[in-house]
């Protein structure tokens, strides 16, 4: 475990040392994703300005819920995204390879050899826009809640890596799948809907088979007080199968890869 | 022209071999729709009217403004141009003989209209799926403005995405800056929720901009309403584009001079 921690710390300084190269780029996360999340806040805002609530939400709540999603999106950012971004490219072109050779963790490695310090301002607005939903719900928030929804937001990064690196690794399988990323485009659109509007179909889809629904709203849920213990105890199931699915899948992925051939 | 026109035709042509690019973007515009639906549905199961919109006429605005954007693919046009002068391709365009922004508009053209052609299947297919009633107008002169809005926002918004293309030529990499413009179009053009909801001084001052009239008000034109605004939007937007026609002109004849054609 300590190794690990010192490979991490190694791979981090190696990226802060490549970002401060180009130093005009070091902030461009937080901009593009600061500004995609000021259009949700406005988009719904203008809708709160003609009804009073969405699906039985408060103004509030919304907030929250954007908050949350923009805090998750500032931590998959931060911590993970610019490492599994292409893996599609490296297994299709075989650079998979350097990773496989060297004496380290291959997937420890792509997850945490581009931690993006440029995101780290989007935690901090997120984190505002969280404080300023709960301040708009005006719910009586324990400090027992707050651990809860900490936990959970964390929780749901994980799940989001766990949906990110299912997606990227269909490569090992099917070779044609370049642009399979793509896909998550599509279906991270969801993840800007609250949960607590699907139903029937919908629900199934987006709770059950592509979680993207639950990532926001469950931590969402907990600050306003509306979670149940099932909910929370769903939350955790899906977040624990999503994550022994995607590491089986990469480990029988491995298998499957074929070098620079692939 | 004909040069132009060859350009198109074979863009077109082409785009059926990015059958993965058609597919997507349909299955995206129908994505959009179908959340919009989601969170409409929600709104209006406990609102009858919001802003002057029943249920029909908000999801016929969307599908009407999805496939209205989805015909804009004129951000192809800035990355294109980004690339080729980072990477030192953009030669081609000083040394054949062409006017290099009527390349690009010859070729967003071209591949506009296989677009169009799938969107407009899909818009269909979202119409007949969902079974509600669609409700646009049947006045042909407001059809008509309409579409001449249109065709006059794409040209537009490839003069646009062409001006910021050529910025590479200063800035050497604007990606961060044109998926910020991204996020930024896609709300001013009125995709993401009608600009009949925002406030009404807000409103106001996108009128004077031209992204109102780029997908926004074509599609409040076709489902029947703001019919007093034409006459200033195609104006406004003529305007535009033809500021934006001299912009481009003064800017490249400048910028190209910054260009090695080596790549950076």
Redesign the interface.
């Known amino acids: 475990m300590k190794r690990q921690l010192r490979l991490i710390w190694i791979l981090f300084k190696m990226k802060l040392s490549h970002m401060m190269v180009?130093r005009?780029?070091f902030f461009?996360?937080f901009?593009?994703d600061g500004?995609?999340f000021a259009?949700q806040i406005?988009?719904f805002s203008?809708?709160y300005?003609?009804?009073?609530?969405?699906?039985g939400w408060s103004r509030g709540e919304m907030t929250v819920f954007i908050g949350t999603f923009s805090l998750i999106n500032a931590l998959n950012m931060l911590i993970y995204f610019f490492g599994v971004v292409d893996l599609p490219q490296k297994i299709i072109n075989g650079d998979l390879d350097h990773y496989l050779t060297k004496p380290m963790n291959p997937l420890l490695r792509l997850t945490f050899e581009k931690i993006d310090l440029g995101s780290l301002p989007l935690v901090f607005l997120s984190i505002g826009i969280i404080l300023y939903g709960v301040a708009l719900m005006e719910a009586s928030v324990t400090p027992l809640m707050a651990a809860a929804y900490i936990f959970l937001v964390l929780l749901m990064t994980v799940l989001w890596y766990d949906v990110e690196l299912i997606i990227r690794i269909i490569p090992f399988y099917i070779s044609s799948a370049q642009?399979i990323d793509?896909i998550e485009?599509?279906l991270s659109?969801?993840f800007?809907?609250p949960g607590v509007?699907?139903k029937g179909v919908?629900k199934v889809l987006f709770y059950f088979i592509i979680p993207y629904g639950i990532m926001s709203t469950i931590p969402t849920q907990m600050l306003a007080g509306t979670l149940s213990f099932k909910g929370f105890a769903y939350g955790v199931g899906v977040v624990v199968f999503f994550t022994v699915l995607a590491l089986k899948l990469w480990k029988i992925g491995l298998k499957s890869y074929k070098s620079a051939s692939s | 022209m004909k040069k132009y026109f060859e350009v198109a035709k074979v863009l077109f042509k082409s785009q059926l071999a990015f059958r993965?690019d058609i597919a997507?973007n349909m299955?995206?515009t129908v994505?959009?729709i179908l959340?919009a639906y989601?969170?409409w549905?929600?709104?209006f199961?406990?609102?009858e009217y919001?802003?002057g919109f029943t249920l029909n006429s908000m999801l016929t605005y969307y599908v009407v403004s999805s496939f209205l954007s989805g015909l804009d693919i004129s951000e192809g046009v800035s990355w294109e141009i980004s690339s080729r002068i980072r990477n030192g391709t953009f030669s081609k365009y000083l040394v054949i003989p062409v006017w290099p922004e009527g390349y690009f508009h010859a070729q967003n053209y071209g591949a506009a209209a296989m677009y169009m052609i799938f969107n407009l299947f899909a818009a269909v297919v979202w119409v007949f799926l969902f079974r509600f009633s669609f409700t646009v107008t049947t006045d042909l002169c407001l059809l008509t403005q309409a579409a001449l809005m249109v065709v006059l926002g794409l040209v537009f918004m490839v003069q646009f995405s062409f001006f910021l293309g050529i910025l590479t030529f200063k800035?050497?990499?604007i990606?961060?800056f044109l998926?910020?413009k991204g996020?930024?179009v896609?709300?001013a053009t009125g995709t993401?929720?009608p600009l009949t909801?925002?406030?009404a001084g807000v409103v106001s001052v996108m009128r004077f901009l031209p992204f109102y009239y780029v997908t926004y008000l074509p599609s409040m034109l076709i489902i029947g309403r703001n019919k007093e605004e034409t006459g200033l939007g195609l104006l406004t937007l003529g305007l535009w584009a033809f500021v934006f026609f001299a912009i481009n002109n003064i800017a490249f004849n400048r910028l190209r001079k910054k260009y090695d054609g080596v790549g950076i």
């Open positions: 180009f005009l780029n461009g996360a901009f593009v500004t995609m259009v406005i988009t203008a809708i300005n003609n009804v009073e609530s969405i699906g642009r793509r485009d599509l659109l969801n800007k809907v509007l699907y919908f | 993965f997507f299955l995206f994505t959009k959340f989601i969170v549905g929600a709104v199961g406990e609102n919001v802003a800035f050497g990499d990606s961060a998926m910020v996020n930024l896609a709300f993401m929720v909801l925002l406030p």
